[in-house]
């Protein structure tokens, strides 16, 4: 079958052999869009400002992947931040992360995080967590446009 999902996905992840990994398991997954990467929080806000005031050459993500440690900006403070943005805030972030601990997972769910996956230790283990991921977030969950996120928006401001 020759279907591709045309979907935006960002990774925030500052670890470069994490980074290919990554991408190779979402081009098994037939998305179409190679996925926008950010080394850390700061370049991906940057990005995120830059969609946010139309710039025609960035699009907001339909799903953001982030990892916890990255240096700099950590992956908790860029959900924080966000999250307080209401062009922003409406746009699923799933933590992917080598961290199993019980206080990160609470504190990102707190935080809002739309999940929470603890990174597989395997290429095979990453392939079926990638399958899983987009299955749910593309096939499974409805989803509206962000030109729709934004009328939205303009009528709560009203």
């Known amino acids: 079958m020759d279907y ?3 979907v935006i ?3 925030v992840e500052d670890d470069i052999g994490d980074q290919k990994l990554i991408k190779m398991s979402l081009k098994e997954q037939r998305i179409a869009n190679a996925p ?3 080394g850390s929080g700061e370049e991906a806000i ?3 400002e830059k969609c946010k005031a139309g710039d025609p050459e960035n699009e907001l993500p339909d799903l953001i992947l982030l ?3 990255m240096p700099g900006m ?3 403070e860029f959900l924080k931040k ?3 943005d209401p062009a922003l805030a409406a746009i699923p972030v799933v933590i992917l992360t080598t961290s199993d601990s019980d206080k990160d997972i609470l504190e990102s769910f707190r935080l809002q995080a739309a999940g929470y996956i603890k990174k597989p230790v395997s290429i095979d283990g990453l392939e079926e967590v990638m399958r899983t991921l987009t299955d749910y977030w593309f096939t499974l969950c409805r989803h509206t446009s962000h030109a729709t996120n934004k009328q939205v928006s303009k009528c709560f401001n009203c």
């Open 4 to 6: 591709y999902k045309t």
């Open 67 to 69: 990892d916890l440690n």
């Open 74 to 76: 950590g992956g908790k």
């Open 46 to 48: 940057e990005y995120l």
């Open 36 to 38: 926008v990467v950010a």
């Open 9 to 11: 996905i960002m990774l």
């Open 82 to 84: 966000i999250k307080s």
